[in-house]
Each structure stands twice: as structure tokens, then as C-alpha cells.
T-cell receptor
Framework: DAGVTQSPTHLIKTRGQQVTLRCSPK?????VSWYQQALGQGPQFIFQ???????QRGNFPDRFSGHQFPNYSSELNVNALLLGDSALYLC?????????????FGNGTRLTVT | ELKVEQNPLFLSMQEGKNYTIYCNYS?????LYWYRQDPGKSLESLFV?????AVKQEGRLMASLDTKARLSTLHITAAVHDLSATYFC???????????FGTGTRLKVLA
């Protein structure tokens, strides 16, 4: 049973560029959430997708956008990259609004902005 | 805005000792989760606590939730080296299924 998979694992971009990160949820899950984790910090909620719509959003600027596809996979796009966007980006899947469905995390994409 | 605070932030303990990690949160919630993260790895779900007074145990770890005090605890019994990791609590914002993570507690168990 495949868990949450993310690609790529590492990425180096230049300030001002754009990046797309990809995520496939755990089999049977229908909801994908994205988190940003800076070094030594807890994950910060970016947004959540269900039925191809953004359902919840954290305190992130519009430069951060996403998409969910009919097969439940998801993309995170970040435009006009800033140095401060350097972080580990985690994708987590779950069952929509199901209390005993904890988040299942992928291994993350390490983004470095230079 | 919901704030989730953990203490201590760092914990170094001897094998065989007991200790408790605390997770305080600032607004109403009755859903709390504990996760473990090993260095360079992703997060692994440990416990799901869904009501006031909920208690879950797995091996040397026991988690509890007091929604009235807005407090969860993660108790470690007779620590072993394998428990060395960073532990996060995550709280649902008032039934939105939007989870806010705590600051994390980095645990190091010394042999």
C-alpha cells in the first residue's frame, strides 16, 4: 500500500523564479494538505484541497497556490520565490473531515532558494 | 488566532527515566494529534485524541487530553534511546480540520 509520495525530493531555485511541487496521497485518501516546515520549527499550514477545491488556507500570500486533480493528487506552486521560502514542504493526506483520520505525511521536498 | 505551545522545547533524559511533555493551546478544540519526527525524516502519527479525558497508550508513550484546561500531555515511561526524536502536537482549529502544529519538543535519550 503506497503511502504519500512527493516529488522532487530536493530543489534549488533562484530568487524570483517559480516552482511546482507534486504529491500523490495515500491510497484511499481524498484530501491533501500542504505544510511548510522551516528548520527547527513545526509545520505551518498552507492550504487544504478536497474535491479539487481549496477548502482551508493558512496565513500564506497569494504567491502560494495549489491544485488538486481528479485522481486526488495535488500540486503546490510558489511564484516569485523569496529567500525566506527556503524550507521543507510537506504534503499530507487524510480522509475529508474524518476525526480519526490523522494526517499521513510524505517525505517532503527540500526547497532551497538562492 | 490559535497558538499551540509545547514545553519543554528541548529535553535530554537518561534511559529508564520518566518525563512528560506538555502541549497548551489557546482556543477551543476537542481534536488533538501527536506526531513524531526523526531527524531528516517526515512526521509519523502517534496518537489521535478526540474528546475530553481521552487517554491513549502505545508502548512507553501515553497521551491524554484535557479540553477544559486546553492541555495535552505526552508521558514517557522508562525512556529508551529509540524514543529520541522531535515530538509535535497538532490541534484542530475549532472543528475546521485545519491543524496547527506546536513548536515541537526535541527529545534526546542518553544511554
Amino acid at each position: 500500500d503506497a503511502g504519500v509520495t512527493q516529488s522532487p525530493t530536493h530543489l534549488i531555485k533562484t530568487r524570483g523564479q517559480q516552482v511546482t511541487l507534486r504529491c500523490s496521497p495515500k491510497s484511499g485518501h481524498d484530501t491533501v494538505s500542504w505544510y511548510q516546515q522551516a528548520l527547527g520549527q513545526g509545520p505551518q499550514f498552507i492550504f487544504q484541497y478536497y474535491e479539487e477545491e481549496e477548502r482551508q488556507r493558512g496565513n500564506f500570500p497569494d504567491r502560494f497556490s495549489g491544485h488538486q486533480f481528479p485522481n486526488y493528487s495535488s500540486e503546490l506552486n510558489v511564484n516569485a520565490l523569496l529567500l525566506g521560502d527556503s524550507a521543507l514542504y510537506l504534503c499530507a493526506s487524510s480522509l475529508f473531515r474524518t476525526d480519526n483520520s490523522p494526517l499521513h505525511f510524505g517525505n517532503g521536498t527540500r526547497l532551497t532558494v538562492t | 488566532e490559535l497558538k499551540v505551545e509545547q514545553n519543554p522545547l528541548f529535553l535530554s533524559m537518561q534511559e529508564g527515566k520518566n518525563y512528560t511533555i506538555y502541549c497548551n493551546y489557546s482556543t477551543t478544540s476537542d481534536r488533538l494529534y501527536w506526531y513524531r519526527q526523526d531527524p531528516g525524516k517526515s512526521l509519523e502519527s502517534l496518537f489521535v485524541l478526540l474528546s475530553n479525558g481521552a487517554v491513549k497508550q502505545e508502548g512507553r508513550l501515553m497521551a491524554s487530553l484535557d479540553t477544559k484546561a486546553r492541555l495535552s500531555t505526552l508521558h514517557i515511561t522508562a525512556a529508551v534511546h529509540d524514543l529520541s526524536a522531535t515530538y509535535f502536537c497538532a490541534v484542530d482549529i475549532s472543528g475546521t480540520y485545519k491543524y496547527i502544529f506546536g513548536t515541537g519538543t526535541r527529545l534526546k535519550v542518553l544511554a
